[in-house]
């Protein structure tokens, strides 16, 4: 049995906080590309991203399948709406419930920011060998399979 007291937290090699980390400078540079010029927020960019791959579906599902807390897609399904970028449509059975969809303006400005955030992406990837990408990938989907299976 491992003695936990024995074991320091070293916070800059913890792994949680290192994802963290990393993800958090990646995604300002990332919002820098868009947010200035498109008058985006990154949650509003997520929204826009999911949309395009997945019409028609809830803001539940959007929130699902980006990880987003409920409050954070409604504010970006509120902006979105405002700027004429998606449009809701509400179900005849459950008025509670809404499809969004992505306006042709939204369609467009996912066009537009789309390349840059791939460029960026492959950028990033550029400093990987095509083996260590791989082994990026697996080990992101392996870590990925786990904790959304386990339930703390």
């Known amino acids: 049995m491992t ?10 090699n913890f ?12 995604s300002h540079q990332l919002a820098r590309l868009y947010t200035t010029q498109f ?8 929204i ?33 709406s405002e700027k004429n970028l998606l449009h809701k449509i509400f179900s005849p059975e459950d008025k509670r419930r809404s499809m969004l969809n992505l306006t042709g303006e939204g369609t ?15 950028a990033l990837l550029a400093i990987l060998t095509k083996q ?3 082994q990026l990938s697996q080990i992101l989907d392996k870590l990925t399979r786990h904790v959304t299976a386990v339930k703390p």
Request: aromatic share 8%; net charge positive.
């Open 3 to 12: 003695d936990h007291k024995d074991k320091m937290l070293v916070l800059e």
């Open 15 to 26: 792994l949680p906080y290192r994802l963290s980390y990393l993800t958090n400078i990646i």
């Open 39 to 46: 008058d985006i927020t990154p949650h509003e960019w997520k």
């Open 48 to 80: 826009l991203a999911i949309l395009n791959r997945y019409p028609n579906i809830s803001a539940a599902h959007a929130g699902e399948k980006t990880a987003m807390d409920k409050v954070a897609v409604s504010r970006a399904v509120k902006g979105l």
């Open 108 to 122: 467009k400005l996912f066009h537009k920011i789309a390349p840059l955030v791939t460029d960026y992406e492959n």
């Open 132 to 134: 260590e990408q791989g």
